[in-house]
């Protein structure tokens, strides 16, 4: 089993619409989780960062952490075109390394 | 402007030939890492540096070498004994917090990237 499970996507929405995209993961000693964006042939850059459960907005952006289930979200709201670009959720431990999803690719449609 | 530079953006090696990716940054970071990024695979650690004169092996560190003989320098040199290396490989760098985790907020500042392809 992967320490991270993500939908790989392609995700296609219309522009104005709520996005909801999603990691699962099987480590309980995970305790920081965030979201990078990274634009087609670019670095990822740190969007959202949420350390144990709950949630955190930044904007039209909001993360959710679940640990009971070992789950977390990134929603973001109003989407535009400029938010097209592949999404990947992250997390660790206390150790020394981050443990990355596979992405999931959006598209926001004008 | 600081942040991560990587060079060349795009690379192309013919099979046997040893190629070295470069990754220089100006933000004072400690750490430094490489990267590797597959399609439908999540980022794979293949070395990471804490500080100068120091590395360790990531999760597929195989066929992989790297330097940090400076600390805004963490060259990586794919060897011809990796055997699929076109990939997509991405530096990303750090504030070392101490006991060598990461800083509070677990945030890597990456680079743009090196596309190499074997021909």
């Known amino acids: 089993q992967k320490e991270v499970e993500q939908d790989p996507g392609p995700l296609s929405v219309p522009e104005g619409a709520i996005v909801s995209l999603n990691c699962t993961y099987s480590n309980s000693a995970f305790q920081y989780f965030m979201w990078y964006r990274q634009y087609s042939r670019k670095g990822p850059e740190l969007l959202m960062y949420?350390?144990?459960?709950g949630n955190k907005e930044d904007g039209r952006f909001t993360a959710q952490v679940d640990k009971s289930s070992k789950y977390i979200s990134l929603f973001i709201r109003d989407s535009q075109p400029s938010d097209s670009a592949t999404y990947l959720c992250a997390m660790s431990g206390r150790a020394n390394n981050l443990f990355f999803g596979t992405g999931t690719r959006l598209t926001v449609i004008p | 402007d600081g942040g991560i530079t990587q060079s060349p953006k795009y690379l192309f090696r013919k099979e046997g030939q040893n190629v070295t990716l470069s990754c220089e940054q100006n933000?004072?970071?400690?750490?430094m890492y490489w990267y590797r990024q597959d399609p439908g695979q999540g980022l794979r650690l293949i070395y990471y540096s804490q500080i100068v004169n120091d590395f360790q092996k990531g999760d597929i560190a195989e066929g992989y070498s790297v330097s940090r003989e400076k600390k805004e320098s963490f060259p990586l040199t794919v060897t011809s004994a990796q055997k699929n290396p076109t990939a997509f490989y991405l530096c990303?760098?750090?504030?070392?917090?101490?006991?060598?985790?990461?800083?509070?907020?677990?945030?890597?500042?990456f680079g743009e990237g090196s596309r190499l392809t074997v021909l």
């Open positions: 990303a760098s750090s504030i070392r917090a101490s006991g060598g985790t990461f800083a509070n907020t677990g945030e890597l500042f």
């Open positions: 949420t350390y144990s459960s």
């Open positions: 933000l004072n970071h400690d750490a």
